[in-house]
């Protein structure tokens, strides 16, 4: 089984939709991570956790929102989909020992607003 | 501001030959570095990482790289590649006390026969 899992791994769905991308962890680490791909971009961090109390934005957090249920769940929302959210979104664990941690990545979402 | 510079947007190999994925990064700090890879479909796994121990550091699959702070560069290297190399790499930089990742924008590598 997968450290990290995403659920859906696909999505379509139209403007205005809300949507909820949800990430599971069996890793036990503390810290939790989305991000967004878009080609030749790279990734873009959207928010970040690190611990269930903490929440913190990243540096595209416009339009999004998250939820850190437990420690192993961390899930993100667009309340009202776009299509220029159109986008593979990879959830992202961490240890807490440091930034010199390695993340550890889902297999990602491929989401489509049409 | 912190920030790294993939140079290459592409990379063509032929198998068996050398590869060379070049890595700038700027910073006042010192950083810590990694390369992920990226197959189709799947996530970024993680490569190798240098965090202020050895300067040449070797990872997975054949993978090694080299961090030369004069130059500010990290550039990741295989003396033979293979088919299954065909991805796309991430040059990752974060800083003491940034908390953050940031990473480069990915240089696709293809390998033909």
């Known amino acids: 089984d997968a450290d990290v899992t995403q659920t859906p791994r696909n999505r379509i769905t139209k403007t205005g939709k809300r949507i909820m991308l949800e990430c599971s962890q069996t890793?036990?680490?503390?810290?939790m991570y989305w991000y967004r791909q878009d080609p030749g971009l790279g990734l873009r961090l959207i928010y970040y956790?690190?611990?269930?109390?903490?929440?913190n934005k990243g540096e595209i957090s416009d339009g999004y929102s998250v939820s850190r249920q437990a420690q192993a769940k961390f899930s993100l929302s667009l309340e009202s989909a776009i299509p220029n959210q159109t986008a593979l979104y990879f959830c992202?664990?961490?240890?807490?020992?440091?930034?010199?941690?390695?993340?550890?990545f889902g297999d990602g979402t491929r989401l489509s607003i049409l | 501001a912190q920030s790294v510079t993939q140079l290459d947007s592409h990379v063509s190999v032929s198998e068996g030959t050398p590869v060379l994925l070049r890595c700038n990064y700027s910073?006042?700090?010192?950083?810590?570095l990694f390369w992920y890879v990226q197959h189709p479909n799947k996530g970024l796994q993680l490569l190798l990482k240098?965090?202020?121990?050895?300067?040449l550091v070797k990872g997975i699959n054949g993978f090694e790289a080299e961090f030369k702070k004069s130059e500010t560069s990290f550039h990741l290297t295989k003396p033979s590649a293979h088919m299954s190399d065909a991805a796309e790499y991430f040059c990752?930089?974060?800083?003491?006390?940034?908390?953050?990742?940031?990473f480069g924008t990915g240089t696709r590598l293809l390998v033909s026969p």
């Open positions: 240098y965090t202020s121990a050895a300067t």
């Open positions: 990752v930089v974060t800083f003491k006390g940034f908390q953050k990742l940031v």
């Open positions: 956790s690190f611990d269930v109390k903490d929440i």
């Open positions: 992202a664990t961490s240890d807490s020992g440091g930034t010199n941690q390695p993340q550890h």
């Open positions: 910073s006042s700090y010192s950083p810590s």
């Open positions: 890793k036990g680490h503390d810290r």
